[in-house]
């Protein structure tokens, strides 16, 4: 996961917001999903609906091309000495959390949302082509063929986290993404657990008529029985409890939340997204001797 980190470390780094009091909410950064792009006005809603409840928290939404960014994202802004509060939608939640686990950033992040995601990975491709849309379900069965080829795993991004429970061993082989950030190979990666661990909060959004990802309960890292097709809840899974993560270590300490929104995939309102800022990024009271210095990851 090398390539990740080098992917993603500079983006974020050329684009945090200025520090913030330890004080004040933490700023704010918002990736988005499949197909989106940071100039959707969507999203700057979101951001905007955040200033209005934290007005001197800075947010920041990810743009992967530099060039493509506006003037104002082009000059690397200070350095950032505080936390941060991560809002992932789709995919984006999943690479959000890949970020907090692979980048050594400064500071550990406070709090991840996500909403719809993918963290246990889908099963089939393009689950919501309508019968008659041609060229979805064509681009679904192209998908599907060469789902684990190199090319595939480098540049179509939704092969990157397909998870079929029925064929692990071609997926924990070929993966070039999720089963390295779930920690599920034999060797386990244990920075990626501490650093996961040390979130403040884990809240995880599933859309309850969400028929885009499938199964739509891999937003709760849920997994599928291969025999029946019904969903194996988290906490009765090997990486819940052998803590391949730190999922059972976060929520041991209250910190893993499992959510429910109304509708569609994505389709957020307005008050499910401020209830959910106002719940979970408000400032948390941190007991510092349960606090872990980044200096301790030297360690492992």
Not at 53 to 81: D, E, G, K, N, Q
Not at 205 to 215: G, K, R
Request: glycine share 4%.
């Amino acid at each position: 996961m090398r390539f990740l980190a080098a992917l993603l470390l500079p983006v974020l780094l050329l684009t945090l917001p200025a520090p913030a009091s330890p004080a004040e909410p933490y700023p704010l950064v918002i990736w988005h999903g499949l197909g989106d792009t940071y100039t959707n006005p969507a999203l700057q809603s979101l951001a905007d609906l955040y200033t209005a409840l934290y007005p001197r928290a800075p947010t920041h939404i990810v743009a992967l091309s530099r060039r493509s960014a506006p003037p104002s994202s082009r000059s690397p802004p200070p350095f950032a000495t505080t936390r941060l509060n991560l809002l992932g939608l789709s995919q984006g939640g999943q690479f959000l959390r890949a970020l907090v686990q692979t980048c050594p950033l400064p500071h550990p992040p406070a709090s991840l949302v996500t909403f719809g995601s993918q963290h246990a990975g889908i099963s089939r491709f393009l689950a919501s082509c309508a019968p008659a849309d041609w060229p979805c379900r064509t681009t679904a069965a192209l998908l599907q063929r060469n789902k684990w080829s190199a090319w595939a795993q480098h540049n179509l991004v939704p092969a990157q986290y397909f998870r079929d429970p029925a064929d692990l061993d071609a997926y924990l082989a070929h993966s070039g993404f999720l089963a390295d950030i779930n920690n599920e190979r034999p060797l386990k990666n244990a920075t990626y657990k501490h650093r996961l661990q040390m979130l403040d909060r884990f809240v995880m959004y599933v859309f309850e008529d969400d028929t885009t990802v499938v199964p739509k309960e891999s937003g709760w890292f849920d997994d599928v029985d291969a025999q029946t097709g019904e969903p194996i809840k988290l906490r009765e899974s090997k990486a819940y409890t052998e803590d391949w993560l730190g999922l059972r270590t976060l929520d041991e300490k209250g910190a893993l939340v499992f959510e429910t929104a109304p509708g569609q995939h994505m389709r957020l309102a307005d008050e499910v997204v401020q209830q959910a800022f106002e719940k979970y990024f408000a400032p948390v009271e941190v007991n510092p001797e349960q606090a872990v210095p980044a200096s301790t990851e030297e360690e492992l």
